[in-house]
């Protein structure tokens, strides 16, 4: 579903190369876990994968399902099915989580030449959605993320994916920040949207993470490179001996 | 030339094109007036209470044209159960108009009581307006004393079932409309008055507020659309004990705006609220110029401005707050901002607090900024396109003037009038 191909992007400010020729086949209905040192590109990938300015990719390909991701606007990937669940959510003063998850639904849905849902049904599906990630309504009513603590900017994410729907999901280090409680909840929220017709990319530093959301695929990512992939066994190995030995087994 | 010399010149040049009312109480006051404007003169770009806004258009005799602006969109406060009061170019419009009558509240227009001997407004009519010429003198608001054509008197007595709406239409391209408002609210009495519409190609407004104690009055005002039009503006009030006074204009467009609101707290407990949100596009200027006066103890003061601007539009902010001596348990808060959508635009700020009170708790601030850069990425990585995201932005940057209005249900007809405007712009 998600293709990347020999991906080489680069800070566009400063001629500083960040990826290096990243390749990654995501298939729908799989997890795969993307783990690396700090400064290894991991937030870049996501970054660039959704859209975001500053990064210019000077070699490579990325395409969701038949559509050239990097051809597209932010809100183009999204209407196409991409999610980036943020590792810091943005809070935005003077615009209601409520008003924010309807324009988004909506602007999507027409964007797909869907019709738009209609108030009712939009209320009654949110605060579904929103009891099951333990979303009280008054966490609906605030704007968005403003005076969320932790736990809630991130289950406030995954309430947006439970909404929007998407076909494959990128989560960015959305462990970090949480306590043990905090993200479990936020695990069983992301299990809870698993199926066969979804792709998830999981970016985080610690095994920990994948205790809960169980990879079916782990990579490993330094210099700008996925340098070794496994099955969840690889995890355990960096958990129980860091990057180092395996950075070293690779040069 | 030399400065005063030619201030005298403009202002006798300004002045010959317009006529004093003659007869009663009002004859007094207007001579009064017009005593003061001569030794004050109309602004000059040199002044410093000027220097961000060229008053010239203002003063020049001759009336720059403004084009009435044609467009078929739903009136602001249409639809809301209101007490109609129009006038065109100035002028009042009896068949345009409701019948003036409404329980609570008396309405009489100046152009009828001016000669009569006595009436209630001669004790405010041009006073408020005197007692707000110091510190800082405001010629504008004298002229209109000296030669308001017209305006309302009105006395609110209990509490009015609807708003007193006055609606100000455009129709000549050169009109030039001088209204002079006296409002008195009674102790205990409350009232909410709207405004809009762009009124005259140059508009000079003055509205003289005298809130008793325990009264109550809410201003909401929508600054008419027309492209081309100026209008100088004064808001004059003074508050009594426990009294409160919530103004929230709303402004876009409108080639130069300048709204002046001079507001003296004289019974303690008492609030004032003066709020304003304004979008700017192009050849726009926009002043905002509060002066707050705490004369009392235990008073709360707000001022909120939030300006937006793009493709060159100016704002400015001009404002004061000032402690007088005994005036304890001040609480005064003063925040004015600007979004600027592009490079071209500006936002030229002037907080002041003076304060001579030694338990007071004042703050302000005054911040100019572009959209959030990150909170446009989250709003588009959700799907929702550039523009609406921009749009959705703005609205929220300008909810807090506009959190101002009690009433939700004009708020909510300011705001959608707001994303209309937005959406039609992007």
């Not at chain 1, 920990?208 to 992939?229: E, F, Q, Y």
């Not at chain 2, 709406?165 to 001088?178: E, M, Q, W």
């Not at chain 2, 003296?264 to 700017?280: F, K, M, P, Q, R």
């Not at chain 2, 936002?347 to 607090?353: M, N, S, V």
Request: with cysteine; proline share 3%; aromatic share 6%.
């Amino acid at each position: 579903m998600l293709e990347i191909k020999n991906l080489h992007v680069k800070l566009e400010e400063e001629d500083k190369q960040i990826l290096k020729g990243v390749d990654l086949s995501v298939e729908a209905g799989k997890v795969h876990a993307i783990m690396g040192p700090n400064g290894s590109g991991k937030s870049t990938l996501s970054y660039v994968l959704s859209g975001r300015d500053g990064y210019e990719v000077t070699e490579g390909s990325a395409t969701l399902g038949d559509q050239d991701l990097l051809d597209l606007e932010p809100e183009e990937r999204a209407a196409a099915g991409l999610f980036l669940a943020f590792q810091y959510p943005v809070e935005i003063p003077g615009v209601g989580n409520m008003t924010f998850l309807r324009t988004a639904v909506n602007a999507q849905r027409k964007a797909r030449g869907e019709e738009e849902m209609n108030a009712t049904d939009f209320l009654k599906l949110v605060r579904a959605r929103a009891k099951e990630l333990k979303i009280d309504a008054e966490m609906l009513k605030r704007p968005v993320n403003v005076g969320f603590s932790g736990g809630e900017k991130k289950r406030n994410e995954v309430l947006q994916m439970a909404m929007l729907e998407p076909k494959m999901c990128i989560l960015d280090e959305t462990d970090s920040g949480l306590d043990v409680d905090a993200m479990k909840l936020v695990a069983d929220g992301v299990n809870a949207l698993r199926s066969e017709g979804r792709g998830f990319l999981v970016i985080t530093h610690y095994q920990r993470l994948l205790d809960h959301i169980k990879p079916d695929v782990v990579h490993i990512m330094a210099d700008g490179r996925i340098i070794k992939s496994g099955g969840p066994e690889l995890a355990l190995e960096v958990e129980n001996n860091g990057y180092a030995d395996i950075l070293n087994e690779v040069v | 030339m030399a400065l005063a010399e030619r201030r005298i010149t403009a202002t006798e040049a300004r002045l010959e094109g317009l006529q004093l009312v003659k007869g009663g109480w009002s004859s007094a006051a207007r001579s009064d007036a017009l005593q003061r404007l001569r030794q004050m003169g109309l602004p000059e770009r040199r002044d410093e209470y000027w220097k961000f806004t060229r008053p010239d258009t203002l003063v020049q005799p001759e009336t720059p044209k403004a084009s009435v602006f044609d467009n078929d969109e739903r009136p602001i406060f249409d639809g809301f159960d209101r007490l109609r009061i129009v006038f065109v170019d100035g002028v009042f419009d009896a068949e345009a108009s409701d019948d003036l009558s409404l329980e609570g509240v008396s309405i009489e227009r100046l152009a009828d009581i001016a000669d009569k001997d006595i009436h209630w407004a001669k004790d405010l009519y041009g006073v408020l307006e005197a007692r707000g010429q110091s510190p800082v003198a405001r010629p504008f608001a004298a002229l209109n004393t000296a030669f308001a054509t017209d305006g309302l008197m009105i006395h609110v007595t209990g509490k009015p079932s609807k708003p007193i709406s006055l609606i100000y239409t455009h129709a000549k391209d050169d009109s030039d409309a001088i209204l002079h408002h006296v409002i008195r609210v009674d102790a205990g009495a409350e009232a909410t008055i709207l405004e809009n519409g762009p009124a005259a190609a140059r508009f000079n407004k003055c509205m003289e507020i005298d809130v008793a104690d325990t009264g109550k009055l809410h201003l909401v005002r929508a600054q008419g659309r027309d492209h081309e039009r100026r209008a100088v503006t004064h808001l004059f009030a003074r508050l009594g004990e426990e009294s409160t006074l919530k103004a929230f204009t709303l402004t876009v467009n409108g080639v130069l705006t300048r709204n002046e609101a001079v507001v003296e707290l004289t019974g303690d407990d008492a609030i004032a609220h003066i709020a304003g949100a304004c979008v700017g596009d192009g050849d726009f200027h926009h002043d905002d110029t509060v002066f707050i006066t705490h004369d009392a103890v235990n008073c709360e003061s707000r001022q909120v401005f939030k300006k937006v601007l793009r493709n060159g539009a100016t704002g400015v902010f001009q404002g004061k707050i000032l402690v007088k001596e005994g005036a304890q348990k001040t609480d005064g808060y003063q925040i004015s901002q600007s979004l600027l959508l592009d490079d071209d635009s500006q936002f030229l700020a002037k907080p002041e607090l003076e304060i001579y009170a030694d338990d007071v708790a004042c703050s302000h601030g005054s911040t100019s900024g572009a959209i959030d850069e990150d909170a446009l990425f989250y709003l588009r990585s959700r799907g929702v396109p550039e523009k609406a995201a921009t749009n959705l932005l703005t609205l929220a940057f300008l909810a807090e003037a506009v959190q101002e209005i009690e009433d939700e249900a004009l708020a909510e007809d300011l705001i959608e009038r707001l994303e209309n405007w937005l959406a039609r712009r992007s």
